[in-house]
């Protein structure tokens, strides 16, 4: 990632005011930097997409599950797509929604789980990108240390009432 680093995120959690000082610093220029990004690249992102990245923000959110592969289970049915895809569902950190995001037409997915046992993944930071052949690359990462970089050409999000919160272990 370019803008929102781990190490940049370490620092604005500092306990040294001077460190934590300079990463809000830092934050807010990276923050104008990726504004600045997507004002000159966002014509190349599908509207959804760019309505995506600047209205809804999942930071904070719950990540319920994941999935990838070629069948996707929409209305409670699975269909067969032609492409491979990958699937996130978040809870929403306000608790209103639980957001479906997929990515399809892919070209590259690159999953890293954390080592630790966690079973509620929170999604940290992302930021969106364009390869230098034109993809469209998402890169996340969540609190635990897990990274996700998904290459694709496709995007959609689905957006549904949350009726009740959800349930966070240990069980």
């Given at each position: 990632?370019k803008?929102?680093t781990q190490?940049l995120?370490?620092?604005?959690?500092?306990?040294?005011?001077?460190?934590?000082?300079?990463a809000?610093?830092?934050?807010?220029r990276?923050?104008?930097?990726y504004?600045?990004?997507?004002?000159?690249?966002?014509?190349e992102f599908?509207?959804?997409?760019?309505?995506?990245?600047?209205?809804?923000?999942?930071?904070?959110?719950?990540i319920?599950s994941?999935s990838?592969?070629k069948?996707?289970?929409?209305?409670g049915?699975?269909?067969?797509?032609?492409?491979h895809?990958?699937?996130?569902?978040?809870w929403h950190?306000?608790?209103?929604?639980?957001?479906?995001?997929e990515?399809?037409?892919?070209?590259?997915?690159e999953?890293?789980?954390?080592?630790?046992?966690?079973?509620d993944e929170?999604?940290?930071?992302?930021e969106?990108?364009i390869?230098?052949?034109?993809?469209?690359?998402f890169?996340?990462?969540?609190f635990?240390?897990?990274?996700f970089?998904?290459?694709?050409?496709?995007?959609?999000?689905?957006r549904s009432k949350?009726?009740?919160?959800?349930?966070?272990?240990p069980?």
């Amino acid at each position: 990632m370019k803008y929102f680093t781990q190490k940049l995120y370490d620092e604005f959690n500092s306990d040294d005011k001077k460190v934590f000082d300079k990463a809000y610093k830092q934050s807010k220029r990276k923050l104008e930097e990726y504004e600045a990004f997507l004002d000159k690249r966002g014509g190349e992102f599908p509207p959804k997409l760019l309505y995506f990245i600047r209205h809804i923000n999942l930071h904070d959110g719950l990540i319920l599950s994941s999935s990838y592969g070629k069948r996707i289970k929409r209305e409670g049915k699975w269909r067969r797509k032609r492409k491979h895809f990958f699937q996130i569902q978040v809870w929403h950190s306000r608790g209103e929604y639980i957001y479906t995001v997929e990515f399809s037409h892919i070209r590259k997915c690159e999953i890293n789980l954390s080592p630790e046992e966690s079973l509620d993944e929170e999604w940290a930071y992302d930021e969106f990108s364009i390869t230098r052949d034109n993809w469209i690359c998402f890169e996340m990462w969540t609190f635990s240390g897990s990274t996700f970089l998904i290459e694709f050409k496709n995007f959609n999000y689905f957006r549904s009432k949350a009726d009740c919160p959800p349930v966070l272990g240990p069980f």
